[in-house]
């Protein structure tokens, strides 16, 4: 949820190129792996306008999401092999 804090135990972190970044770690109480998604847009000088940060919400929201999609195939897949 947004705002939590992320536990501090061991885990792998991954900053793709446009930022976005991937957190990985296994769960401390439960047989899975969690996974942790960031994904910003910084202004180039100044603050966004409150316009402009609902259309950048969206667009990051809809990058999380295609990533996560995008996870869980891949994780299906190498289940299947």
């Given at each position: 949820?947004?705002?939590?804090?992320?536990?501090?135990?061991?885990?792998?972190?991954?900053?793709?190129?446009?930022?976005?970044?991937?957190?990985?770690?296994?769960?401390?109480?439960?047989?899975?792996?969690?996974?942790?998604?960031?994904?910003?847009?910084?202004?180039?000088?100044?603050?966004?306008?409150?316009?402009?940060?609902?259309?950048?919400?969206?667009?990051?929201?809809?990058?999380?999401?295609?990533?996560?999609?995008?996870?869980?195939?891949?994780?299906?897949?190498?289940l299947e092999l």
């Open positions: 949820m947004e705002g939590d804090e992320i536990p501090k135990e061991k885990m792998s972190i991954f900053e793709l190129e446009d930022r976005t970044r991937i957190a990985v770690r296994a769960s401390g109480t439960e047989p899975k792996i969690k996974y942790y998604l960031f994904g910003q847009e910084r202004p180039a000088d100044g603050k966004f306008t409150t316009a402009q940060l609902e259309t950048i919400k969206a667009k990051v929201g809809k990058r999380l999401e295609e990533l996560w999609n995008w996870l869980q195939e891949d994780a299906r897949a190498r």
